[in-house]
Structure formats: C-alpha cells, structure tokens
C-alpha cells in the first residue's frame, strides 16, 4: 500500500525523519502537502480534529487502517511493519529516537527562546545566549551519548552491519548541526568519529543517495528546525 504523510511542504523540519526512513527502506509514500500544498494540510488536519484522537500536529501517517502522529511513534510503527527495528533492540531504537527528539526540541529552543510564536529578530540577545549555553554544553553532551551509541556495536550503524530508523535519524541530526553550527560542528568532528562514519554509511546507502540527490530532498534554509544564523555560531 501507499502511506500518506502530511508535513509541511516547504522545509525539512520533523517530517524529514519520517522521510529518510521511507525513503532509505523503498517504502511507498506520498508527500501530501508537497503535492497539494500546505492549504490542503491545514484542511486535512483540521477535519481530523475533535475526535480526541486525532493528530496534534504535522507530521502525521495515514496508513488507511490508522493515522500515526508523533516522529518516534511514526518510526516505531514502520520499524516493526517494515523490519527495520529488530524486535530485540526495538525498545533500545525507540529509546534513541525519543532522545533525537529531546535535542531536536533543544535545537529550536535555540533561536526561539522566548517564545515559538516570536520572530527570531524579536529575540536575538537571548537566542544568543541559548546558543552559546547550547554549543557548549548540551549539544556534547548529546552528541556524546550518541557516539557512545554509534560505536557500541563495531559500526557502521549502531547495531553493526544493519542499518536502522535510528540511524538514519542521526544521519539527519548530525546534517542539521553542521547546517546551523558549522564552526562548531567542526571543532568537535574529531571526537565524534562513531557518529561521523554511521552519517557517512547512511549517505552511501543506494536509496538514500538516490533521494539526496533528487529533488524531493528539500535544502536546509532558516524556516525549518535547523537554522543557520552566522551570529549564533562560533569554534
């Protein structure tokens, strides 16, 4: 069958987790709001709204039988469906994501301090110095935790030869860090190389290639989750 996945049409954000599961696996799936626009999202949501359960926010999966809100819910359920979360460490995968998610949350606190309703320009003297307490010290801690993850089983990915949701998640957060904080991201290169090589082998795999270099793989820009502004950045 054919998922539909609504995500906002225009930036990577949340949905692209989704995404590079799909996508990486061969699984069939339409962009809905990408073919139809962020208008025909906007109407799909709120016709599901007031059935109490229906999605908070984007992103979502209508797989036919239920729809799936939620990144870490999401990959959970296409782990078991598709096999690529192995029942024994499917706990352990899910556990990684939830963790992804918390430093994704962290990331867009970064230049939305105040308030997530507030432009970034309303609020640069505290975005600067959520970054400058972010770079560092939340973004080793994180990364360390996920180097510690990526080199447990011998790599490439984090359960050895087979690659995962989880992986292709860090593939995605490591992208997003160096987007937003290049310098910063290359001072740390060197005690990372769990994660640098996991980010390699994800960017090597056929499918994943094919989809970095289509036009479905939308380009990082300052309207999505990972942001880069020069002023927030530094060694």
Same mark, same amino acid.
């Given at each position: 069958?054919?998922?539909?996945?609504?995500?906002?049409?225009?930036?990577?954000?949340?949905?692209?987790f989704?995404r590079?599961?799909?996508?990486?696996?061969?699984?069939?799936y339409?962009?809905?709001?990408r073919?139809?626009?962020?208008?025909?999202?906007?109407?799909?949501?709120?016709?599901?709204?007031g059935?109490?359960?229906?999605?908070?926010?984007?992103p979502?999966?209508?797989?036919?039988?239920?729809?799936?809100?939620?990144?870490?819910?999401i990959?959970?359920?296409l782990g078991?469906r598709?096999d690529?979360?192995?029942?024994?460490?499917?706990?352990?995968?899910?556990?990684?994501?939830?963790?992804?998610?918390d430093?994704?949350?962290?990331v867009?606190?970064?230049?939305?301090? #105040? $308030?997530?309703g /507030?432009?970034y320009e309303?609020?640069?003297p505290? =975005?600067?110095?959520? *970054?400058?307490?972010? +770079?560092?010290?939340?973004?080793?801690?994180?990364l360390?935790?996920?180097?510690?993850?990526?080199?447990?089983?011998g790599?490439?990915f984090?359960l050895?030869?087979?690659w995962?949701?989880?992986d292709t998640?860090?593939?995605q957060l490591?992208?997003?860090l160096?987007?937003?904080?290049?310098?910063?991201m290359h001072?740390?290169?060197d005690?990372?190389?769990?994660l #640098? $090589?996991?980010r /390699?082998?994800?960017?090597a795999?056929?499918?994943? =290639?094919g989809?970095l *270099?289509s036009?479905r +793989?939308?380009?990082?820009n300052?309207?999505?989750?990972?942001?880069?502004?020069?002023e927030?950045?530094?060694a």
């Amino acid at each position: 069958m054919t998922y539909h996945l609504w995500y906002w049409p225009d930036i990577q954000g949340r949905g692209e987790f989704v995404r590079l599961a799909l996508e990486g696996a061969g699984i069939d799936y339409r962009d809905c709001a990408r073919l139809r626009g962020a208008e025909a999202l906007m109407h799909d949501l709120e016709a599901r709204a007031g059935s109490g359960r229906g999605p908070f926010a984007p992103p979502y999966l209508d797989t036919g039988d239920a729809v799936i809100a939620q990144v870490a819910n999401i990959l959970l359920f296409l782990g078991e469906r598709h096999d690529l979360a192995p029942a024994s460490d499917r706990l352990w995968l899910h556990q990684l994501q939830l963790t992804v998610a918390d430093c994704v949350a962290e990331v867009h606190n970064v230049h939305h301090p #105040i $308030g997530t309703g /507030d432009y970034y320009e309303d609020q640069k003297p505290e =975005a600067a110095r959520a *970054a400058g307490q972010f +770079r560092d010290e939340r973004m080793p801690k994180f990364l360390d935790h996920f180097e510690d993850a990526a080199r447990q089983a011998g790599g490439p990915f984090v359960l050895g030869d087979r690659w995962t949701y989880a992986d292709t998640s860090l593939f995605q957060l490591i992208e997003g860090l160096r987007y937003m904080f290049p310098q910063r991201m290359h001072t740390l290169a060197d005690e990372y190389p769990g994660l #640098i $090589g996991l980010r /390699d082998a994800v960017a090597a795999l056929p499918r994943i =290639a094919g989809y970095l *270099a289509s036009e479905r +793989r939308i380009a990082f820009n300052t309207d999505g989750i990972f942001r880069h502004y020069p002023e927030l950045d530094a060694a």
